[in-house]
């Protein structure tokens, strides 16, 4: 079981914001400073939520079945880019689902995703067979930088390098 904790600047006075059985965790605080977007397991799936730094005004941003985690603001706090798997197959969502059941998560082809901060006009970036994680906004809030082993030739060991990619997907 995870907790979102605010503290003092020293790590003092540490306070459990918006507590919930299970996962609450990845998460992220806006460049304004008013918003927290992070990974929760509150409703049984592993989807993002946002809520004000003081634990209040929580709300669900994403609600489709699979994993929707590491989410980071926008530079200017107006968008959120994060990773997601969505399974597909009967095989697929019950593999996921009995995962979970166990508190594990399975890296797989998880996709580059951005949305608005109050979670409308979700749209994939990145659409390839490949495991891209830790997706950020470069500065200029018009591209982001990712992990990814796109391309990799060994599917046992396989390389993971830095991608930039345009937010609408292209110029990867």
């Not at 079981?1 to 914001?17: C, E, H, K, T, W």
């Not at 806006?30 to 209040?56: A, C, E, H, Q």
């Not at 018009?142 to 396989?158: A, E, T, V, W």
Request: include cysteine; charge should be negative; proline fraction near 5%.
């Amino acid at each position: 079981s995870y907790d979102l904790f605010i503290a003092n600047a020293d790590g003092s006075n540490p306070q459990v914001i918006n507590s919930a059985e299970g996962y609450d965790a990845e998460a992220t605080v806006s460049p304004k400073g008013d918003k927290v977007v992070f990974t929760s397991t509150r409703n049984g799936d592993l989807d993002i939520y946002s809520m004000n730094i003081d634990g209040t005004g929580l709300k669900q941003l994403t609600n489709k079945l699979g994993y929707d985690g590491g989410p980071f603001y926008s530079w200017d706090g107006e968008k959120i880019v994060y990773r997601s798997y969505h399974p597909k197959t009967e095989p697929e969502i019950k593999r996921y689902q009995d995962l979970l059941e166990d508190e594990m998560i399975e890296p797989s082809n998880f996709q580059i995703w951005v949305m608005n901060a109050d979670g409308s006009n979700k749209r994939k970036i990145t659409n390839n067979e490949f495991a891209n994680f830790a997706p950020f906004f470069h500065p200029d809030n018009k591209r982001i930088i990712f992990c990814s082993n796109l391309n990799s030739k060994d599917k046992k060991n396989p390389d993971f390098n830095l991608w930039i990619i345009n937010e609408d997907g292209s110029g990867l």
